[in-house]
């Protein structure tokens, strides 16, 4: 019995130190070094790539926010409202999503039939910060009427905006909302003065 004791108490101090080593090596140092990293490579994505404007944070450019009125560029359609804490996509089916598309479309002014995918489609996440290019060409005639600016000056703003692939491969060309609106009031404001 005592052997049998003796065996169990080695192999549990045995587990037990597995444990805090495992412990201290995968949830204290492993995580401290991914975040040292982290801000060393990449320390404005580490800390959320806030956009300030005279000191003030306005958003996140690697998370969209919802843009209202004919004077601004929409972001793409979002299944949960922006709200970053139910975050997804809306897993509609075939006839819902039509419809949702239909409505989308109807409240934008855009035939279905040509208009880009991202102005009438949520994205998995909901939050996507991004548009096509083809989508933020397809507001300059909105945006620009709605602020008086000539479209030729809004649609360079769009082209100054684009952003490439990432990796010179990956996805598609794409246009941040938030700074291209950012950009379009600062050019709104320098107009007006």
């Known amino acids: 019995m005592t052997s049998t004791l003796s065996s169990f108490v080695k192999q549990s101090w045995a587990g037990l130190r597995a444990m805090l080593v495992l412990t201290v090596l995968l949830g204290l140092l492993y995580p401290a070094v991914v975040w040292g990293v982290g801000q060393v490579v990449a320390r404005d994505r580490a800390a959320g790539s806030l956009v300030s404007v005279d000191g003030s944070v306005v958003g996140s450019s690697l998370v969209g926010q919802q843009w209202t009125g004919a004077e601004w560029f929409w972001g793409r359609p979002s299944a949960s409202d922006y709200a970053g804490d139910t975050s997804g996509g809306s897993n509609l089916s075939g006839t819902a ?19 880009p995918a991202d102005a009438l489609t ?38 100054a905006h684009v952003q490439d692939r990432i990796a010179g491969f990956l996805g598609q060309p794409r246009v941040n909302v938030l700074e291209l609106n950012l950009a379009l009031a600062a050019l709104s404001g320098r107009s007006a003065g």
């Open 97 to 115: 999503l039509a419809a949702e598309v239909a409505k989308r479309a109807s409240a934008a002014g855009l035939d279905p039939a040509t208009a």
């Open 122 to 159: 949520a994205s998995g996440s909901g939050l996507d910060p991004h548009v096509s290019q083809a989508y933020a060409v397809s507001q300059v005639p909105r945006v620009a009427a709605a602020r008086g600016l000539p479209q030729a000056e809004v649609a360079a703003l769009v082209d």
